[in-house]
Each structure stands twice: as C-alpha cells, then as structure tokens.
C-alpha cells in the first residue's frame, strides 16, 4: 500500500481563512442552485399544481429507484442570459430499475416548458453524454415545443434532438418517452422517434399542428383530444405503447419499461472491497487558497478522494510541477494527472505524454485535476522546444482513446486548459469547483499585454500615451475577464457539466466512472506524429 500522508492542519489560520472563504462561494452557488429549482416562479408553480401536475423535479424523483443519487447536469445553463437559469430543462444521470439512464425531464412552469436556445443546448450535451457512455435515455415531456420568438436559433440545429434519438436506438441503445402533456409541432417527434411511449390520458396532446394551425392549414374542425389525445395514440395511430391513468402510473409504466429491457454494462465492473479514503473529505473546504496564484498540492486533494487514499505515483522526481499516478476510485482504476504548482514546463509535457500513453496501453481512464496557469514563456524556454513539447502533450490528450474526466479546482488558462483536456478536447465529464477560473489568461495578464501593444502602437506612430486612459482600459478589462473567468459564467455557458462542493467531488467522480463503465473501456492504437 502507498497511503498518502497529509500535512494539512485543519486549526491554521491560512486553512480557516480557504475554508470560510469556500464556504461562502457554495454559499453563492446554492443559491443560483436555487433559482433552477424555483423554474417559472412562485405564480407558474401554483398554476401548474392547481392543474394536478408533479413538478419536473418531482417527477424525476418518483421514477429513479428509491435513496439513489441523482447526478444534475448544467443546472445553471443559461446564467447570466435574459434566459430562466436552468434552461427549462432538467437533466442528469440516475439509476431507474437499477439501469443507469440520462433522463431529461421539461420544466412546463417555464413558458410551458418551450425549449430556448439554452435549453436546446444542454439537451444536446446531455445526449452526448448519453452517446458516448452507451446510456439509455428517458425523456419526461412536457413542453409547448420551440421558444418561437427565439426559432432562428433553434430550428435550423434543433433537429439534432432527433436524429440523437434515431442513433441511439439504431445503435442498441434504448430511449424511452413519458409524456404528461404538450409535446406539439417537432416535439411531436421526441416520442415519435423513441422506441418505448407513454402517453397520460387526457393530459398528454401530441400533434405536428394544434387545432388552430389544422383550421389554417386546411380549414378543417378538430380538437385536442381528436387530433392528438392520449387515447386517440393508443388506440387509433398506434403512437403510444401504454396508456397511463395519471402521472404517477405513466412513471410506473416507465419504471417497468426499464426492468424488462434486459440491461447489461459492457464495461469492467469495479472491484467490491475498495476502502474509503483515510482522510477526511471536509479538509477539501480550506485546501484552496483564496489567491490562485498561490500553489496548493494536488496530493493532499487525491488523498481525500480515491480508494483508501493509496496512489503510486509516476515519476515522482521528474516534471514535479505535475503530479501523475495510479489509484482507484469506488473501485475503478484510474490514472491522475494534477497540477502542483501552476506551471507546464518541457519535463511536465513530456511526462505527461508518456503517462496517457500508458493509460491507453492499461485500457485505463484519466482525471485530470486542473490548477494551471499554462505553458512557460520565455527565450529560454522557447529555446528548449516548449511549444512542440507542448504540442505533444495536446496531441496525446487529442487522440487518447481512454475516457477522460476533467476537474477545475483553481486556475485553467490558456493552452495549459487544452493540455489538461479542457472542453474542447471532449472529456466524458467536466466539472468545476467554486473556486475555479478559467480564460485565456489571468486578468492583469491580459489587460497589461494589450496596455504594452497599446503603448507601443503610440510609440510608433510618435504619439503620446495617456496614462490615464490606459488605467481605466486595464480596469476595465480587468473586470470584464475577472468576471468572464468565474465558474457561474462558464457553467451557464456549458462550459462545465456543473459546480460541485469539493466534499462531494468522490461521489460525483464515482458516478461518472459507473456511467463510463456502461461501454468497454479501450485504449488508442495510434497516435498522431510527435514533434521531438
């Protein structure tokens, strides 16, 4: 056993300070938590219970599997938009029949449940996530269709919606719809392209065109129930497969669904006599410091997340401003790469190449904690081949085969993000902590590079510089790019799948990783050339 020791002391001043300083930014994230939940407001939620109806949350929780969890996804997308936080839309990964489901659930106390751009967008990332772990798909409907005033930016890539559901089924993978009321115009193909439907009787209304646009288009007279109605689907179109009484028999039609669909993972399973870390994951609250430009050890966060706090670390002496090694997490084995103290120099790069190429040689998935300021700058370091050893580093996380799970704890900027399997570089799940920034650079960094371009086009043109402006542009932007790097801003962008307490980082890097094992889990057979 290689047990990390841990040399924090939870009583210093410094740690007391990290942690109230921690505390109050889940404080803050709480309560934008909060104005998901809330959905359409206090008004719209009374209407929507007056009608007799669950909540989309409420709904959620009836069909997973009694005390087990729910991973949300991007609960705050669209923060900082004119748009509702949340994007009318609930997403997540939980466990229904004892199969492991993405389920997305409409928030009708929001415009009816209408889907915005916001809303199509986590949609989207919530089918990827589906796609690529192989996850069974469960769809709770409610919604009015297309936010129309806003079609322009959804009709054109909204289409996706289907063809995802299409792909899943062709390839093997289940995808179940329960609606509960409106699923109209292209709605209407959510479960016309699911392969299981249930509709609620005299709740559910699905149709291409409502009565109204039938009158227009064609001028003929019809109704809800006629046209669209639950009953009229089972009985006459064939489009619904069960016929529920109310809400809670559709969800357990849905429910009975998934225990017949004979799920198997294809992945390992994990080992059952994992322990738990041996120390304590309250520590994580002051391990940060409030200034990120102050170095923290990775280790002491690995020691309070995997299996009995045992990490044989990887070239320990070698590249030492990132740490890599083996551990295993709820019983799955992964391989670590964390940054120690900001800075991706040659060795690190090169390191780290090797490392993933490992990984990919162990069929075994990598987490990538990030605390990074980016590659070094500098004559020297330019000299010594930074950018192609860089290069090799963004070329190893690029063609890695193996699943990739990334967690912002501090900084992530510049290409030291793209290293560290940012967004771009598609990991499986992506998550940050409250404390987490990413951009292209630190603030001052930015506003003074483009004060000395700024100060040296005056020069040039033999003009005089006004200090004054030059103060109040790097205030500005200083502002601006301290405000852009935030982790709300980023979550609402989709940037993340989400902000997590640190405590609860095991438990929800645990549920990623069961997700991840629902498919085999292969390694790359090639990579691309690396520049030596």
């Not at 404390?435 to 483009?450: D, E, I, N």
Request: aromatic share 6%; net charge negative; charged share 20%.
């Amino acid at each position: 056993m290689t047990v990390l020791r841990s040399a924090v002391d939870s009583a210093a001043p410094e740690f007391l300070h990290n942690r109230e300083a921690m505390l109050d930014k889940i404080a803050a994230i709480d309560a934008e938590h909060a104005k998901a939940v809330a959905g359409g407001g206090d008004k719209y939620v009374a209407r929507h219970r007056e009608r007799g109806k669950l909540l989309a949350r409420e709904r959620v929780e009836l069909l997973l599997d009694p005390d087990s969890p729910f991973l949300e996804l991007s609960p705050l997308a669209a923060w900082g938009t004119d748009y509702q936080v949340g994007g009318s839309l609930v997403t997540g990964i939980g466990v229904v029949e004892g199969v492991e489901c993405v389920v997305n659930a409409s928030d009708p106390t929001v415009k009816g449940g209408a889907i915005n751009p916001w809303g199509m967008r986590k949609g989207f990332r919530a089918a990827d996530i589906a796609a690529q772990n192989g996850l069974p798909t469960i769809n709770l409907v409610e919604s009015g269709g297309a936010d129309l005033p806003t079609q322009k930016e959804i009709f054109i890539p909204g289409g996706r919606t289907f063809r995802d559901l299409t792909r899943s089924s062709a390839a093997g993978v289940p995808t179940v719809a329960l609606v509960f009321g409106n699923s109209t115009a292209g709605g209407a193909y959510l479960p016309g392209m699911s392969d299981h439907v249930v509709m609620v009787e005299d709740r559910a209304k699905v149709f291409l065109g409502g009565p109204p646009l039938v009158k227009m288009a064609t001028g003929e007279e019809s109704d809800d129930e006629s046209l669209g109605g639950a009953r009229m689907h089972a009985s006459v179109s064939g489009l619904a497969d069960y016929l529920a009484a109310d809400e809670r028999d559709a969800i357990r039609l849905g429910r009975r669904i998934m225990a017949r669909l004979n799920w198997r993972k294809k992945g390992p399973a994990p080992s059952a006599d994992y322990a738990e870390p041996e120390h304590d994951a309250e520590d994580l609250l002051g391990i940060v410091p409030t200034d990120l430009k102050t170095p923290f050890d990775p280790r002491e966060v690995i020691a309070r997340v995997v299996d009995g706090s045992d990490f044989d670390e990887f070239k320990p002496l070698y590249g030492a401003s990132l740490v890599t090694g083996w551990a295993r997490l709820h019983g799955y084995p992964v391989g670590i790469l964390a940054n120690a103290r900001g800075v991706l120099f040659s060795e690190e790069s090169q390191k780290a190449t090797q490392f993933i190429q490992l990984a990919n040689q162990a069929n075994t998935p990598l987490l990538f904690l990030h605390n990074t300021t980016g590659y070094m700058v500098g004559k020297e370091y330019e000299q010594g081949g930074i950018i192609k050893h860089g290069a090799m580093m963004i070329n190893a996380v690029s063609n890695s085969r193996v699943p990739h799970i990334s967690v912002l704890m501090g900084s992530s900027y510049g290409a030291g993000h793209y290293g560290m399997c940012g967004r771009a570089y598609d990991p499986r799940f992506l998550f940050a902590w409250p404390s987490a920034k990413s951009a292209v650079m630190g603030p001052q960094q930015l506003a003074g590079v483009l004060s000395i371009v700024m100060r040296a086009g005056a020069e040039a043109k033999g003009q005089p510089y006004n200090e004054e402006h030059d103060a109040a542009m790097r205030a500005m932007v200083e502002n601006q790019i301290e405000a852009e790097s935030l982790p709300t801003f980023l979550s609402g962008m989709l940037y993340d799948d989400g902000i997590i307490d640190p405590r609860d980082t095991r438990t929800v890097l645990g549920i990623a990783l069961s997700a991840i094992h629902t498919q085999p889990v292969r390694g790359a057979e090639s990579f691309g050339v690396f520049r030596m």
